[in-house]
């Protein structure tokens, strides 16, 4: 059972990492960005509904950060985060050139939520659904 104990605690240090980098994100949009330049590059990107959505993701990357970081119900986060990275992707960094705008680092954020949305928190997690 101890690789079961390994896997659980690698469970913890993804989910840690992910949650702090998205919620380094949703700090840069809730406190620098404000709701009205998220907005306003989310409408100059084309998204529909551009405040609604801006308000979603601010919400999706602070809160979800926090949630992660915590291990509270770590899978709802972890499938928001996933949509997330994943409409980041499809809008911004496949359209701009994928390795040109950084497309690495949401795609390994995609993959990690997606790990943690099927897998659950791990070790250390307030919650282990």
Same mark, same amino acid.
């Given at each position: 059972?101890l690789?079961?104990k390994?896997?659980?605690?690698?469970?913890?240090? =993804?989910?840690?990492?992910?949650?702090?980098?998205?919620?380094? /994100?949703?700090?840069?949009?809730?406190?620098?960005?404000?709701?009205? @330049?998220?907005?306003?590059?989310?409408?100059?990107?084309?998204?529909?509904?551009?405040?609604?959505?801006?308000?979603?993701?601010?919400?999706?990357?602070?809160?979800?950060?926090?949630?992660?970081?915590?291990? =509270?119900?770590?899978? #709802?986060p972890?499938?928001?985060?996933?949509?997330?990275?994943l409409?980041? =992707?499809?809008?911004v /960094?496949?359209?701009? @050139?994928?390795?040109?705008?950084?497309?690495?680092?949401?795609?390994?954020?995609?993959?990690g939520? #997606?790990?943690?949305? =099927?897998?659950?928190?791990?070790c250390?997690?307030?919650?282990?659904?």
């Amino acid at each position: 059972m101890l690789n079961g104990k390994f896997q659980s605690c690698g469970l913890a240090v =993804l989910r840690i990492a992910v949650g702090a980098v998205i919620l380094t /994100h949703g700090y840069q949009k809730v406190f620098h960005m404000h709701l009205g @330049g998220v907005a306003g590059f989310f409408g100059h990107l084309g998204i529909p509904l551009p405040t609604l959505s801006a308000i979603v993701v601010m919400t999706v990357e602070f809160v979800g950060g926090i949630l992660l970081i915590t291990g =509270l119900a770590t899978r #709802i986060p972890a499938a928001l985060i996933a949509v997330d990275m994943l409409v980041a =992707l499809l809008v911004v /960094h496949f359209r701009n @050139g994928y390795i040109k705008s950084g497309g690495e680092l949401p795609l390994l954020l995609l993959a990690g939520a #997606i790990c943690l949305a =099927l897998s659950g928190g791990g070790c250390g997690s307030v919650k282990r659904a």
